[in-house]
């Protein structure tokens, strides 16, 4: 309904995950969503941390945008007020990796914690990062997350840079932003034999690849997303052909869904199914591609409906079809 949509966390959040106000009270909104989500995702896994396992579970906070609200209001008052003026309050909630402490305070984690910060697929890497310190035995469970916020701050400079949509439109229809959005999306990552959590899915494989681009521009690059997928198809082991599905980054902005086009057309040929969970969120940059990856794993438990929305691209056309998930076995998430 919006080109610009906020999500928010309440006492009822607080609640039900145990956080008290006096706790409360020391976060700024980037850290309380992602206390939360935290907090939720290892209650959903039945993770409970303990003096013994403590050492054993970390976490990878993604996020692209981190506190910058916070940031700038620290900024703005120093600005406003003199170097005196700065906020004893904001100023521990200024550095990026604030909230990724807040929840290893809370739960008690003192495994491995790095923040991530690489733009909007930080959500996404997160899980590689994760993947990799429980594939090299450096932890028995990790979490996985990704987080940034929307805010009136976030709103000026999205606005400035000329991304925020005119109006709400879907993937693949040729808009000229996104709708600028937020959120936290935590997962949890557990090696074969460490728990008898529920399992949505496997990560079979990843890849990760960076190639230059121009200043200024946001999408990236095909022959980046182009060797993303053939290498992490490698690692996994299996063929491009044995793809069911993708869960891609499309969010309304034309040069970020010509570039998706371009390449799943060149890769799959329009055969594959697309799914796109930011027409239902909007861009929540790390946020995003972290639930891309969740809608990809429930999918494929069986925890969501067999049948969804779902596209089918080449550059010449794009058309929009409900399909069938319940056959899936091997799915791709891209950010």
Do not use: W
Request: hydrophobic residues 40%; contains cysteine; charged residues 20%.
């Amino acid at each position: 309904e919006s080109t610009s949509v906020a999500s928010a966390v309440g006492s009822a959040d607080y609640a039900a995950c145990g956080l008290k106000m006096a706790f409360y009270r020391k976060l700024d909104k980037f850290s309380l969503m992602q206390v939360i989500s935290g907090l939720e995702a290892l209650q959903e896994a039945g993770i409970e941390v303990t003096e013994e396992n403590a050492e054993e579970l970390g976490m990878i906070v993604g996020t692209g945008d981190g506190p910058l609200t916070t940031v700038y209001e620290f900024q703005e008052h120093i600005s406003e007020n003199g170097t005196t003026a700065g906020s004893a309050f904001n100023f521990p909630n200024t550095v990026y990796n604030a909230a990724g402490g807040y929840l290893s305070i809370k739960t008690g984690m003192r495994g491995y914690n790095v923040t991530v910060t690489n733009g909007a697929q930080s959500g996404m890497s997160s899980l590689c990062y994760a993947y990799n310190e429980i594939k090299q035995n450096r932890g028995k469970a990790m979490l996985a997350t990704g987080t940034d916020e929307n805010s009136e701050v976030m709103e000026k400079l999205y606005a400035k840079l000329g991304k925020v949509a005119g109006d709400v439109k879907q993937a693949y229809a040729g808009g000229d932003g996104f709708v600028l959005a937020d959120g936290s999306t935590s997962i949890a990552l557990e090696n074969e034999t460490s728990h008898n959590a529920k399992k949505y899915a496997e990560v079979c494989g990843y890849a990760m690849t960076h190639e230059g681009v121009a200043y200024g521009d946001v999408a990236g690059t095909e022959k980046g997303l182009m060797n993303a997928i053939v290498d992490a198809a490698a690692m996994a082991g299996i063929t491009l052909d044995q793809i069911d599905a993708v869960y891609g980054f499309a969010n309304g902005a034309d040069e970020v869904d010509t570039l998706e086009c371009h390449v799943y057309e060149e890769i799959f040929a329009g055969k594959v199914p697309v799914h796109q969970v930011r027409d239902y969120t909007g861009e929540g940059r790390a946020a995003s591609s972290a639930l891309s990856v969740a809608h990809a794993a429930l999918t494929l438990s069986g925890d969501l409906a067999t049948r969804q929305n779902a596209y089918y691209v080449t550059t010449e056309e794009v058309t929009k079809e409900v399909v069938d998930t319940s056959a899936y076995k091997y799915v791709l998430a891209t950010s």
